[in-house]
C-alpha cells in the first residue's frame, strides 16, 4: 500500500524558511527512483516544485531555483524540501510522490499547506 505523509508545513513570512519532510512507503523508493515535490495553489493545477534520483541527483524548477533544496534519505524512506527566500507565490499545499506522478487515481497524501504573507 502507498502511504505518503508531509509534515513541516505553516505561516511564515515573506523572506523565511520551512523545511517540510514526506515519509514514503517502501514501496515508492524500491519502486520508483525519482522522488518529487509537487505543489498546488488555490484555483492552479498541481505542479512539481523538485526531484530528485535515488542517486542524489536533482532538478528545480525555475521559480524556486537557487531558493529551494531537495533531499532524501534511503534508509529512513524520507524525502525533504529546504525552503528559504519564501515569497507569497509560494503559498500552496505541497505534497510529495513518485516522478512521474501517478495518474488521476492514483494516490496521494493528505499534504502540507505552506502559507507566506507578506
Known amino acids: 500500500q502507498v502511504q505518503l505523509v508531509e509534515s513541516g508545513g505553516g505561516l511564515v513570512q515573506a523572506g523565511g524558511s520551512l523545511r517540510l519532510s514526506c515519509a514514503a512507503s517502501r514501496i515508492i523508493f524500491s519502486t520508483y527512483p525519482i522522488v518529487g515535490w509537487y505543489r498546488q495553489a488555490p484555483g492552479s493545477q498541481r505542479e512539481l516544485v523538485a526531484r530528485?534520483?535515488?542517486?542524489?541527483?536533482?532538478n528545480y524548477a525555475d521559480s524556486v531555483k537557487g531558493r529551494f533544496t531537495i533531499s532524501r534519505d534511503n534508509a529512513k524512506n524520507t524525502v525533504y524540501l529546504q525552503m528559504t527566500s519564501l515569497i507569497p507565490e509560494d503559498t500552496a499545499v505541497y505534497y510529495c510522490?513518485?516522478?512521474?506522478?501517478?495518474?488521476?487515481?492514483?494516490?496521494w497524501g493528505q499534504g502540507t499547506q505552506v502559507t507566506v504573507s507578506s
Open positions: 530528485i534520483t535515488s542517486g542524489g541527483n536533482t
Open positions: 510522490n513518485r516522478f512521474p506522478p501517478p495518474g488521476p487515481s492514483g494516490s
